[in-house]
């Protein structure tokens, strides 16, 4: 996958041709293997546009800081996790530091916290950092109904 060495505080993409493009104007291009959607950095008030325009679409929300060493560890599993997904989760990431009351607001005590949002409804919250494998399992649960195997059936599996 490519990666762009802009430090931009908007959506940076980088489309199929190559081309890189924020906000609907282009920066050149990029020999590259396929598209790369960085998570996208929102403030308070663009969360709530976006959760409020999102339609069905499921959204997992990072409240990080950039001080946390294990937010830092969660950022690239989330990139790697929107690569998974493609549109199918809309991944949003908000600083606690410049987003202090919001943080307060919704008790967030612990870095990072993940919220998973369908329909506007939370499907689940965690704090800590987990690998792309974990995040996209809780996904497939929150979000698209998948069943967990019960506690017998993992027995039975892990006897045979």
């Known amino acids: 996958l490519c990666r762009t060495s802009f430090a931009v505080k908007d959506r940076m993409v980088?489309?199929?041709?190559?081309?890189?493009?924020?906000?609907?104007?282009?920066?050149?291009?990029?020999?590259c293997r396929g598209a790369l959607q960085m998570v996208q950095k929102v403030n308070g008030k663009e969360l709530n546009d976006i959760l409020a325009s999102i339609g069905t679409t499921p959204v997992i929300v990072d409240f990080y800081a950039t001080w946390c060493g294990p937010c830092q560890f969660l950022s690239p599993e989330l990139e790697k996790l929107e690569a998974q997904y493609g549109d199918r989760i809309k991944?949003?990431?908000?600083?606690?530091?410049?987003?202090?009351?919001?943080?307060?607001?919704?008790?967030?005590?612990?870095?990072?916290?993940?919220?998973f949002v369908?329909?506007?409804?939370?499907?689940?919250?965690m704090e800590g950092a987990l690998a792309v494998e974990?995040?996209?399992?809780?996904?497939?649960v929150a979000f698209f109904g998948k069943k967990l195997p019960t506690n017998e059936?993992?027995?039975?599996?892990?006897?045979?």
């Open 14 to 31: 980088l489309h199929q041709n190559g081309v890189f493009a924020q906000n609907g104007k282009s920066f050149g291009r990029r020999r």
């Open 153 to 160: 059936e993992q027995e039975v599996e892990a006897a045979s």
């Open 91 to 115: 991944i949003l990431k908000v600083d606690t530091e410049e987003e202090d009351e919001l943080a307060s607001a919704l008790r967030i005590r612990g870095l990072p916290t993940i919220v």
């Open 118 to 125: 369908h329909n506007n409804e939370m499907r689940y919250r």
């Open 134 to 140: 974990d995040l996209s399992e809780i996904a497939e």
